[in-house]
């Protein structure tokens, strides 16, 4: 641990850390996990840090009572989509991660895809599912093989895979529960993310499953999900792969930390899936690995994740 790096934080802050965590979202639980390992990574660095849950109702008075920063640990929907960051801004409050519209735009799927499409970033074809959408017609345009997802969730909740027109459409049932519903051409191939942490892409993890695709149970309680790091590329081929990372943060408005998904097909092409802007924060998470891999303590992430955004790289400059 880098004691300087400690004291230079705590010269900065003007009040606690409040480590923001737990929600309303479907992915709770996740952040409860995520919180409480960045909670206890400041206390191990002697930084004044505690939990703040966003599902009492007192959560921003609690702020409002001294916070000198917040530490965003929490997943989908009213705290990863720019509503947790659009109270902090409105309080003053400096926090760690992207701004509102950063945000917004990058928990949405299918408006995400539309700006990479507009300014020719390479992603899956995909489509946006209604009620009375044409199921053969659609699955015909996404080479009857695609991947339906609900467009503002994380954590693979709600996806599924559909092989022809009565699997998409049982999909798109199944995931309008979520709200908005998209439809993406399946990529056979490797899948890759890509941690982004102060401006620089860290190195790539490959992930392999099993499964039919990398879902929640591969995610959060199959034993059998492989990381590869290192990620098996060249080095050509992984600079790449950080460098269209970089460019798809950076579109979005992204600062500070957050995670980049992406796919690449049989021919050696990368296709953009996502990009996460407050990714889990456990010890088996997949930022932190990388991290680990690129000579980083689990602390010392936690650490800088913070020092991003007291130095006005997080958020939407609100310090």
């Given at each position: 641990?880098?004691?300087?790096?400690?004291e230079?934080?705590?010269?900065?802050?003007?009040?606690p850390v409040?480590?923001?965590?737990?929600g309303?979202?479907?992915?709770?639980?996740?952040?409860?996990?995520?919180?409480a390992?960045?909670?206890?990574?400041?206390?191990?660095a002697?930084?004044d840090?505690?939990?703040?849950?966003?599902?009492d109702?007192?959560?921003?008075?609690?702020?409002?009572?001294?916070c000198?920063?917040?530490?965003?640990?929490?997943?989908?929907?009213?705290?990863?989509?720019?509503?947790?960051q659009?109270?902090?801004?409105?309080l003053?409050?400096?926090?760690?991660?992207?701004?509102?519209?950063a945000?917004a735009?990058?928990?949405?799927?299918?408006?995400?895809?539309?700006?990479?499409?507009?300014?020719?970033?390479?992603?899956?074809?995909?489509?946006?599912?209604?009620?009375?959408?044409?199921?053969?017609?659609?699955?015909?345009?996404?080479?009857?093989?695609?991947?339906?997802?609900?467009?503002?969730?994380?954590?693979?909740i709600?996806m599924?895979?559909?092989?022809?027109a009565?699997?998409?459409?049982?999909?798109?049932?199944?995931?309008?529960?979520?709200?908005?519903?998209?439809?993406?051409?399946?990529?056979?191939?490797?899948?890759?993310?890509?941690?982004?942490?102060?401006?620089?892409?860290?190195?790539?993890?490959?992930l392999?499953?099993?499964?039919?695709?990398?879902?929640y149970e591969a995610k959060?309680?199959?034993?059998?999900?492989?990381?590869?790091?290192?990620c098996?590329?060249d080095?050509?081929?992984e600079?790449?792969?950080?460098?269209l990372?970089?460019q798809a943060?950076?579109?979005?408005?992204?600062?500070g930390?957050g995670?980049?998904d992406?796919?690449?097909?049989?021919?050696?092409e990368?296709?953009?899936?996502?990009?996460?802007?407050?990714?889990?924060?456990?010890?088996?998470s997949?930022?932190?690995?990388?991290?680990?891999h690129?000579?980083?303590?689990?602390?010392?992430?936690?650490?800088?994740?913070?020092?991003?955004?007291?130095?006005?790289?997080?958020?939407?400059?609100?310090?």
């Amino acid at each position: 641990m880098d004691k300087s790096l400690t004291e230079q934080l705590q010269q900065q802050l003007g009040g606690p850390v409040m480590v923001l965590l737990g929600g309303r979202s479907s992915e709770r639980e996740i952040s409860l996990q995520s919180g409480a390992a960045v909670l206890a990574a400041l206390q191990r660095a002697g930084v004044d840090a505690h939990a703040v849950d966003t599902a009492d109702s007192d959560w921003m008075a609690r702020l409002q009572g001294g916070c000198g920063c917040a530490f965003i640990a929490l997943h989908g929907m009213g705290g990863e989509d720019g509503t947790a960051q659009g109270a902090l801004e409105m309080l003053g409050i400096p926090y760690t991660g992207s701004g509102v519209l950063a945000s917004a735009l990058a928990i949405d799927k299918l408006r995400c895809k539309q700006l990479w499409q507009g300014i020719g970033l390479p992603t899956p074809a995909f489509a946006q599912l209604r009620a009375d959408s044409d199921w053969a017609l659609l699955n015909e345009q996404l080479g009857g093989n695609s991947i339906v997802k609900p467009s503002c969730e994380g954590s693979s909740i709600g996806m599924a895979r559909a092989a022809n027109a009565t699997e998409l459409e049982a999909a798109y049932r199944a995931a309008s529960a979520y709200g908005e519903v998209l439809a993406e051409e399946w990529i056979s191939g490797e899948e890759y993310t890509v941690a982004i942490l102060g401006g620089e892409a860290l190195p790539a993890i490959r992930l392999e499953t099993d499964s039919s695709f990398y879902d929640y149970e591969a995610k959060y309680l199959s034993n059998d999900t492989r990381y590869l790091l290192p990620c098996g590329l060249d080095e050509s081929a992984e600079a790449r792969l950080q460098d269209l990372a970089l460019q798809a943060f950076d579109s979005l408005g992204c600062r500070g930390w957050g995670r980049v998904d992406v796919m690449r097909d049989g021919h050696g092409e990368f296709f953009l899936l996502e990009v996460n802007t407050i990714p889990g924060m456990t010890d088996h998470s997949l930022v932190p690995m990388a991290a680990k891999h690129a000579g980083m303590s689990f602390d010392e992430l936690v650490l800088r994740i913070l020092r991003e955004a007291l130095a006005g790289t997080g958020g939407d400059g609100a310090g």
